[in-house]
C-alpha cells in the first residue's frame, strides 16, 4: 500500500495558478490526480506513469501539467488560467499494476485530498 499526503490547495482568484504537492511513500507506476465538486462524481484530471507518460481529460489540457519527483517520491499538479469550475477537492491516487487510466475503479490507493476553490 502507498500512503499519500496532499498539499498546496488554497483559494485563488480566475485566472490565478496553484500547484498541488503529493508526498508518496513509494513510487509506483502510475500516479494520478483526480477531483470531486460537491453533488459530483469523482473524476479522473491526469495520470502520468513512472516513463513519463501522461494523459489529461480535456477540459484541463493545456492548463494543467502533471509531473514527478520520483527521487523525492512526489507527484505534482501545475494549474494554470484556473476557472470557477475547476473547484473541487483534489485526490492524488497510486497503483502499482500496470494499468494506467482516469478511471477510479484502477485505483488502489488515495490520499485525504486538498481543497481548491477558484473564484470569478
Known amino acids: 500500500q502507498v500512503q499519500l499526503v496532499e498539499s498546496g490547495g488554497g483559494s485563488v482568484q480566475a485566472g490565478g495558478s496553484l500547484r498541488l504537492s503529493c508526498a508518496a511513500s513509494?513510487?509506483?507506476?502510475?500516479m494520478a490526480w483526480f477531483r470531486q465538486a460537491p453533488g459530483k462524481e469523482r473524476e479522473g484530471v491526469a495520470y502520468?506513469?513512472?516513463?513519463?507518460?501522461?494523459r489529461y481529460i480535456d477540459s484541463v489540457r493545456g492548463r494543467f501539467t502533471a509531473s514527478r519527483d520520483d527521487a523525492r517520491n512526489t507527484l505534482y499538479l501545475r494549474m494554470n488560467s484556473l476557472k470557477p469550475e475547476d473547484t473541487a477537492m483534489y485526490y492524488c491516487?497510486?497503483?502499482?499494476?500496470?494499468?494506467?487510466?482516469?478511471?477510479?475503479?484502477?485505483?488502489?490507493?488515495w490520499g485525504r485530498g486538498t481543497q481548491v476553490t477558484v473564484s470569478s
Open positions: 491516487a497510486a497503483t502499482k499494476a500496470g494499468l494506467c487510466s482516469l478511471q477510479v475503479i484502477h485505483y488502489n490507493d
Open positions: 513509494d513510487s509506483p507506476f502510475c
Open positions: 502520468i506513469t513512472n516513463r513519463g507518460t501522461s
